[in-house]
């Protein structure tokens, strides 16, 4: 599966931006799928995953409701709202399709996008 992540860019704190994860090659209707991002000097970090029903949800604990995971199996895309964003939100953010179907934080991820940039200025 090919996984293009974009919607990053730059906006200032308190703004909001929608990620998109669209997916080719194979449905992943099948795949719990997850947002991680990634800060200059920084380990990658687990944002957001959600099961393939979209039932599931999780959130990195610095989401604090700010952030929104959706997806839309007919399209084949996964979306990441994400509200009133804050400095230290600014990394590349990728999406992936998770081996299993939960969309946990725990599972394993096997196929990646490029990563969208988003910047978050003070």
């Known amino acids: 599966v090919q996984l293009q992540a974009s919607g990053g860019g730059l906006v200032q704190a308190g703004d909001s931006l929608r990620l998109t994860c669209a997916a080719s090659?194979?449905?992943?209707?099948?795949?719990?799928m997850g947002w991680f991002r990634q800060a200059p000097g920084k380990e990658r970090e687990f944002v957001a995953g959600?099961?393939?029903?979209?039932?599931?949800?999780y959130y990195g604990a610095f989401v604090k409701g700010r952030f929104t995971i959706s997806r839309d199996n007919a399209e084949n895309t996964v979306y990441l709202q994400m509200n009133s964003l804050k400095p230290e939100d600014t990394a590349v953010y990728y999406c992936?399709?998770?081996?299993?179907?939960?969309?946990?934080?725990?599972?394993?991820?096997?196929?990646w996008g490029q990563g969208t940039l988003v910047t978050v200025s003070s």
């Open positions: 090659g194979r449905t992943v209707s099948t795949s719990g």
């Open positions: 992936a399709a998770g081996v299993s179907d939960s969309g946990s934080p725990w599972s394993r991820y096997e196929s």
């Open positions: 959600i099961s393939t029903s979209g039932g599931g949800k």
